[in-house]
């Protein structure tokens, strides 16, 4: 139950992400988030629709394992989709921001991690 429920949580996180990406990357509070300015912002739109939509590949695949069972069926593709969210955030974090590996990271090892301990 506990592994399920942190499976839920990483995939509302990456609907989240999803969201800020691809219809509020221009707006105030998401470029604060992003630490971008507006013309950033505007020259990266399309790219960062792209991400958004990949963060949306990664929820949809957490939601189709959590609707095939965790624990069961859903077991497999619930820890290929939290092992991608993982390497993801740990090259954000070399890359980008260390703030990724504890917002994208850490919850996907954690949840893995109750997914496999069947808690």
């Known amino acids: 139950m506990i592994g399920a429920a942190l499976v839920l949580v990483v995939a509302l996180i990456?609907?989240?992400?999803?969201?800020?990406?691809?219809v509020l990357?221009?707006?105030?509070?998401?470029?604060?988030?992003?630490?971008?300015s507006p013309e950033f912002?505007?020259?990266t739109?399309?790219?960062?629709?792209?991400?958004g939509l990949y963060n949306g590949f990664l929820a949809a695949g957490l939601g189709l394992a959590l609707h095939q069972g965790i624990p069961g069926a859903g077991q497999g593709l619930a820890l290929f989709c939290l092992a991608c969210v993982a390497v993801a955030g740990i090259f954000g974090a070399a890359t980008v921001s260390r703030r990724i590996l504890y917002v994208q990271?850490?919850?996907?090892?954690?949840a893995a991690a109750?997914?496999?301990l069947g808690i």
């Open 105 to 110: 990271s850490a919850p996907a090892f954690a």
């Open 41 to 43: 912002a505007e020259a």
């Open 25 to 36: 990357w221009r707006t105030a509070l998401v470029r604060r988030i992003f630490g971008t």
């Open 14 to 22: 990456h609907l989240g992400i999803l969201f800020m990406e691809m």
């Open 114 to 116: 109750a997914v496999l």
């Open 45 to 51: 739109r399309v790219l960062a629709a792209n991400q």
